[in-house]
Every structure is written in structure tokens, then in C-alpha cells.
């Protein structure tokens, strides 16, 4: 199953136009091919050299143009009008050219808009409420959904790949993911972002929130996992998701100061690290996303696991299936399980501190820490590699340290 989060960060455009490449035929609809187009056209912000007000055909012809200019897609509407400093197409529809995908927005309104100078446009806000976005069998579809600080650019902007922030801020309401892969729907109360301004010389803040994430249990289709959700007497996930981050498109470094997962009777997930020569855009492409993963790097990463619940449901179940108490499986696990499952760590180091910590965590179930901080920034690749053929020996590739509620 794609990842919530993956589908929101690429569906919405956070790449910048620099940072682009074209996605061969078939990469898929969730994946940016299409959506890449539509913010190229309709997403763009970061308001520069405004000047007199367009009229109202000069405004959709050249949103229209801003998107022909990306080769992907294609926008119509039905009709345009203008209302004080507001623009509306309504009837407005932008089909992918290259896998036939297809996003309908019922009126798509532009407040403040204003030329630019290099040319394009800018715009205060942008509606485009109760809009759905459909291909290859998936379809998302949204109540409310806003534009803050807009930019279009012109058609030789798009051409040329400038770096251009798409908005500074927005926000969707009522957002259903359904179809495809997904066994079940995924909805959100609410998701927004605010990305910080675009520089040459330096990274660019995006902070993303969703609240009222629902997963219900049918999403699992592993029949082991979802037969053990099901023993935990778990019905649906309902989480809140942030994420606080920087992205330098010339270092090509991300920088997680803080994602944080946050599930009501679960827990909370919480993220911090960094990756060097992480090129987003090459990752995503096909034709470069060998490469890229060989020059990805993992400097640092530390995750936090605080517990609400998950682990008492966890040692319950256990407890019931074999006839015992709470304390008879702690005494399994840490006489047990976890020493035969830890024989094969060759760090006899990090084997000591784990369980060590793992016995101090399921006495009192608040927290667990691992730290991952290698002498020199480890490639990504190397790292998935080791932990597919011989994850026994990840601690010596990455000098992990775990403590237990700190």
C-alpha cells in the first residue's frame, strides 16, 4: 500500500520546477506525472513584481498556457467570469496527457490575481472546493481545499524549469483517498502545508500537518497482520500526523526535525533525522532513481516510540492465548524470545544494550529510543541491503544505542 504520507507530499507538488524530470509513460498517477502538471498550472506561489489587474480571459488563458507549457496535461473549462478582484472557471477539468487521468474541480477561484513580471501571474487565494481527481482506479476526493500566496509562471518559466515555491500555505478539508491498491478508504479531517520561501543559496521549510487521519483495519491485507490487529480488538487507526522539515534542492540534503505519528490508544511515533545527496525529483524519475539511490546517504536518525496502550493490548493478548499473566510474558519475551532473536546480532555491545532496555520498557511500557549515529554518512542502499541479506549486522553499520523511558 502506497503511504498516506507519500501520496499527500507528491499529489500537491512540493518539488520545486528545478528539481523536476520528466516520469516516463505508466509511472502512475499518484506518483507526480500528473498532479506535477496540475501544480505547475494551478499550485504555483512565491509573489514577485506584481502589476496591473489581468482581465479575466487574460487570467485563464495563461493558467491554460502554464499548463500546455509542461507537455503532461491540459486544462478546459466551461466558462470564465469575474467578480470584483476574483476570477472563476467554472466547469474546469485538467487531463494527463500521457496516462489519461483526470482532476474536475466545479469552480476554480482566483482572488487578487496580478501579472508578474517576468510573466505568468500571482494571486492572494485560490478556491477549489469539492474537486476529485481520478485514474487507474484510485479517485480522491475533497470538501475544501485553499491556496494562499500564488504564483503561475509563464509558459517559458515552465519550460526552463525555474524555481518557482508553487503557494506558501494550504489547506484541504475532508480528504478521501479510495480504490486502486487501497483495500479501504483513507480519509483526513484535515491536511495542510506551509513551505518557506525558495533560495539558491539555502534550504526551504516545509511544515505538513493532517489531523484526523482514519485507517481502518481492512487497509491491512497481510492475513497474520490483520488477524493479530484483530486479536488487539482494533477496529480503525485514528491518528494526527506533522512533520517539520527542510529540503535543500542544490545540496540535495532533507533535514526531518520532527514527524510525529500520534494514534489515539496506540501511541506516538516520533521521527527526527538527516539524508545527504537526496535528490527527491531523481528518486522519483526512472531513469535516474538507480543512481540516485546509490548516492543517497544516511547521516543521522533517531526514533522515539511512546506507548498509549498498544503494548498492554499486546501483552493481554498473549497473556490469553497461552493461559497466563502479564508478568508470564514479560518473562518469556526477556527470558526467552529476545535472547535467541538477538544471537544473531554480532555486536555484542548493542545485544546487551537492547535487551537490557527492552526488560527496563515492558516492566513499565512508556518509551523507547533508538539512535542511529554513524561515524560517516552511510548510503541508503548499503543500508537496505545489509538489512534484506544480514540484518544481524545493521548495528556495526550504523552504531544504533537504545534507551528505555527516557
Request: net charge negative.
Amino acid at each position: 500500500m502506497k503511504s498516506f504520507i507519500n501520496r499527500l507530499w507528491f499529489a500537491q507538488g512540493f518539488v520545486p520546477l528545478s528539481e523536476r524530470r520528466e516520469h516516463p509513460s505508466g509511472g502512475g498517477w499518484m506518483t507526480g506525472t500528473f498532479f506535477r502538471s496540475t501544480a505547475c498550472a494551478v499550485f504555483f506561489l512565491a509573489a514577485a513584481g506584481a502589476h496591473a489587474t489581468p482581465a479575466p480571459q487574460t487570467v485563464a488563458d495563461l493558467l491554460s498556457a502554464a499548463v500546455a507549457a509542461t507537455g503532461e496535461a491540459a486544462l478546459t473549462y466551461d466558462g470564465v467570469t469575474a467578480e470584483g478582484d476574483s476570477v472563476t472557471l467554472t466547469g474546469v477539468k485538467l487531463t494527463a496527457t500521457v496516462d489519461g487521468s483526470v482532476a474536475t474541480i466545479p469552480a476554480l477561484v482566483i482572488a487578487g490575481a496580478a501579472e508578474r513580471l517576468p510573466g505568468g501571474l500571482t494571486a492572494a487565494h485560490i478556491n477549489f472546493d469539492q474537486g476529485s481527481v481520478s485514474g487507474h482506479g484510485d479517485t480522491a476526493t475533497w470538501a475544501t481545499a485553499s491556496l494562499d500566496d500564488v504564483v503561475i509562471p509563464s509558459a517559458d518559466e515552465v519550460k526552463a524549469r525555474a524555481k518557482v515555491r508553487p503557494f506558501k500555505t494550504i489547506a484541504v478539508g475532508d480528504l478521501k483517498l479510495s480504490g486502486g491498491d487501497l483495500a479501504a478508504p483513507i480519509e483526513a479531517a484535515t491536511f495542510s502545508a506551509d513551505i518557506g520561501d525558495v533560495v539558491e543559496t539555502g534550504p526551504s521549510n516545509i511544515l505538513v500537518r493532517a489531523t484526523g487521519v482514519r485507517l481502518p483495519t481492512g487497509l491491512l491485507t497481510n492475513s497474520l497482520v490483520s488477524a493479530v490487529v484483530g486479536m488487539l480488538d482494533y477496529k480503525e487507526f485514528l491518528a494526527d500526523v506533522s512533520m517539520d522539515s527542510e529540503y535543500d534542492t542544490t545540496a540535495h540534503t532533507v533535514t526531518i526535525h520532527l514527524l510525529t505519528i500520534d494514534a489515539v490508544g496506540v501511541g506516538k511515533i516520533t521521527i527526527a533525522g538527516k539524508a545527504s545527496g537526496f535528490s527527491i525529483s531523481a528518486l522519483t524519475d526512472r531513469a535516474t532513481s538507480k543512481e540516485a539511490r546509490a548516492d543517497a546517504r544516511l547521516d543521522q536518525l533517531t526514533v522515539r516510540v511512546d506507548n498509549a496502550g498498544f503494548v498492554e493490548r499486546l501483552l493481554d493478548m498473549q497473556a490469553g492465548l497461552l493461559g497466563g499473566t502479564r508478568d508470564d510474558v514479560r518473562s518469556q519475551l526477556t527470558d526467552g524470545a529476545l535472547p535467541f532473536a538477538l544471537s544473531f546480532v554480532k555486536n555484542t555491545g548493542f545485544r546487551d544494550q537492547f535487551l537490557a532496555a527492552m526488560t527496563t520498557f515492558l516492566q513499565d511500557p512508556r518509551s523507547l529510543t533508538i539512535t542511529f549515529a554513524p561515524e560517516k554518512p552511510v548510503p541508503l542502499g548499503q543500508v537496505m541491503r545489509t538489512a534484506a541479506r544480514s540484518p544481524g549486522a545493521l548495528p556495526d553499520l550504523l552504531t544504533p544505542t537504545v534507551e528505555a523511558n527516557n
